[in-house]
T-cell receptor, first 114, second 110 residues
Framework: DTGVSQNPRHKITKRGQNVTFRCDPI?????LYWYRQTLGQGPEFLTY????????KSRLLSDRFSAERPKGSFSTLEIQRTEQGDSAMYLC????????????FGEGSRLTVL | KQEVTQIPAALSVPEGENLVLNCSFT??????LQWFRQDPGKGLTSLLL?????REQTSGRLNASLDKSSGRSTLYIAASQPGDSATYLC?????????FGTGTSLTVIP
């Protein structure tokens, strides 16, 4: 068990560019969550998957954001036409689906939009 | 919608003190409550998970309690150490989503 892995750890991009983050969950975990966190705030829910199905997406999430989890394994989060307001830490977490599931986080991917 | 609040937002204590961090949630229909630690620029590390049927959980110097009826959880840290300095977050799990508080930033002064 190597834990939740996220890549890249840090991404600096210019406004208007597209960026993609990858998350590899703990191998047997069937739920995968994406969160966004800004300084001094708690994680803000973006979306989650159960296996390959995207079950919920935040209504606050712009259509510039898209996430996939092909084959129910790793997941990618893509942000198109980045804006300075997208600068944040993007956190991925996974859990073994159950009513008592415990959530495990990766180290996060920090995005800086210039 | 579930709302989670953590008080205080920041706390500074001398080394060796015992302390309590508070977490409150508005909807008592939760499956569990989880406490996390976050160091600057890092992800969240799970500390303790309390199932809805439990009243408390302990791990080393940490003890977390849960009172669903009043919508409250506390994290007790005994004999605090400088290495405990971090932000502590709680999250309430409703079966689909985890709702997070904004955290308590703890500084333990040597």
């Amino acid at each position: 068990d190597t834990g939740v892995s996220q890549n890249p750890r840090h991404k600096i991009t210019k406004r208007g560019q597209n960026v993609t983050f990858r998350c590899d969950p703990i191998s047997e975990h069937n739920r995968l969550y994406w969160y966004r966190q800004t300084l001094g705030q708690g994680p803000e829910f973006l979306t989650y998957f159960q296996n390959e199905a995207q079950l919920e997406k935040s209504r606050l999430l712009s259509d510039r954001f898209s996430a996939e989890r092909p084959k129910g394994s790793f997941s990618t989060l893509e942000i198109q036409r980045t804006e300075q307001g997208d600068s944040a830490m993007y956190l991925c977490a996974s859990s073994l689906y159950a009513n008592t599931g415990e959530l495990f986080f990766g180290e996060g991917s920090r995005l800086t939009v210039l | 919608k579930q709302e989670v609040t953590q008080i205080p937002a920041a706390l500074s204590v001398p080394e060796g003190e015992n302390l309590v961090l508070n977490c409150s949630f508005t909807d008592s229909a939760i499956y569990n409550l989880q406490w996390f630690r976050q160091d600057p620029g890092k992800g969240l590390t799970s500390l303790l998970l309390i199932q809805s049927s439990q009243r408390e959980q302990t791990s080393g110097r940490l003890n977390a309690s849960l009172d669903k009826s009043s919508g409250r959880s506390t994290l007790y840290i005994a004999a605090s150490q400088p290495g405990d300095s971090a932000t502590y977050l709680c999250a309430a799990y409703t079966g689909n989503q985890f709702y997070f508080g904004t955290g308590t930033s703890l500084t333990v002064i040597p």
